[in-house]
C-alpha cells in the first residue's frame, strides 16, 4: 500500500512539474502589464485582462501567420501520408531486389541532422523560383517528416493480413481498389497517428522556416510571432505568452479528439503479422 502510494505521489509530482509552464503561461497572459514584474509573483492574477490577446488579434498580423501555419502544415500532412502510405504498401506487398536496403535507407535519411539539408534546399529552391513561399516550406518539411512516417506507416502495415487483400483480388478487385477499400480503412488508425505527429511536426518548426522565408505574407507562426514580439532590446512577454497560447489550441484540439485513434494506432503498429 505504501509503495503504492509513493509511486502516485512520485507521478502527480512529475505531471505537475510538467505542467507548471504550461500553467504559467496561461497566467501571464491574462496579467495586466502593472503586475507582470511585481515581486514578489502572484500566482494567480489580481486583475485578469485578455487585453494582450485582443491586441495580438487587431493590431499585428498574428492572423497572417496562423493561416500560413494551417496552410503550410495541412498541405505537408496530406502530401507526407500520400507518399508514406503508398510507399509502405510497395515495401511490404511487393517483393523486387533492394527492398529491406531501400527501407533502411529512409530510416538513415531521418537520422541525418535536418540542419545539413538546409543550404541545398535552399539553393535548389531558388533555382525553381519556390524562394520565399509557402510551396518551398511545404516541400522542406517533406523532407524529414517523410522517411519517419514512411517507416511508421511500414509497420502498421506489415500488421495488416495479407489474406484480406487476397480475398479482395479473388473476388474482382484490382490492386488499387483492394487497397482503397481494404487496405486503408484497417490502416487508419496509423494514418491518424502519422498525420498527427506530421502536423505537429510541421505547426512547430524554425529552423527551416527561418532560413527558407523572409517576408510577413508567407512566414509561420513559429518565426513570425518570434520576428514580431521579441528584439534586441525588448520582448513582449505578456503578448508573447497570449501568442504561445493561442499557438497551442490547435494542437490541443487536434490531439484530444484524435486521442482514441493514436492509442489504438500505436497498439495497432507494435503488432506485426
Do not use: C
Not at 12 to 23: E, G, H
Not at 201 to 209: C, G, I, K, V
Amino acid at each position: 500500500m505504501m509503495r503504492r502510494i509513493l509511486f502516485n505521489l512520485s507521478v502527480w509530482s512529475a505531471v505537475l512539474i510538467v505542467a507548471f509552464p504550461l500553467f504559467w503561461m496561461v497566467v501571464t497572459s491574462l496579467k495586466p502589464q502593472v503586475e507582470l514584474w511585481a515581486r514578489p509573483p502572484a500566482l494567480l492574477p489580481l486583475e485578469p485582462t485578455l487585453e494582450h490577446y485582443l491586441t495580438l488579434l487587431r493590431d499585428t498580423s498574428f492572423l497572417v501567420y496562423f493561416r500560413n501555419s494551417v496552410l503550410l502544415s495541412t498541405a505537408t500532412t496530406l502530401l507526407v501520408i500520400g507518399v508514406a502510405a503508398l510507399g509502405a504498401y510497395s515495401l511490404v506487398r511487393f517483393r523486387y531486389r533492394g527492398r529491406e536496403s531501400l527501407a533502411m535507407l529512409v530510416l538513415f535519411t531521418y537520422l541525418l541532422p535536418s540542419v545539413i539539408l538546409i543550404l541545398p534546399l535552399y539553393l535548389m529552391m531558388v533555382k525553381l523560383g519556390l524562394a520565399n513561399t509557402l510551396v518551398s516550406l511545404v516541400l522542406a518539411y517533406t523532407t524529414f517528416a517523410l522517411p519517419y512516417a514512411l517507416w511508421l506507416l511500414r509497420s502498421f502495415m506489415a500488421g495488416i493480413p495479407e489474406d484480406l487483400e487476397s480475398a479482395a483480388l479473388v473476388d474482382g478487385a484490382t490492386r488499387l481498389g483492394a487497397f482503397r477499400d481494404v487496405i486503408l480503412p484497417q490502416l487508419l488508425p496509423g494514418i491518424i497517428s502519422t498525420a498527427l505527429f506530421t502536423f505537429i511536426l510541421s505547426w512547430n518548426e524554425y529552423l527551416f522556416a527561418l532560413v527558407l522565408v523572409n517576408s510577413d505574407a508567407t512566414r509561420p507562426l513559429t518565426t513570425g510571432v518570434m520576428n514580431m514580439l521579441i528584439s534586441s532590446f525588448n520582448i513582449e512577454w505578456s503578448m508573447l505568452m497570449a501568442a504561445s497560447v493561442m499557438m497551442s489550441l490547435p494542437l490541443i484540439i487536434a490531439f484530444s479528439l484524435l486521442q482514441k485513434y493514436l492509442t489504438r494506432g500505436f497498439g495497432a503498429g507494435a503488432v506485426k503479422g
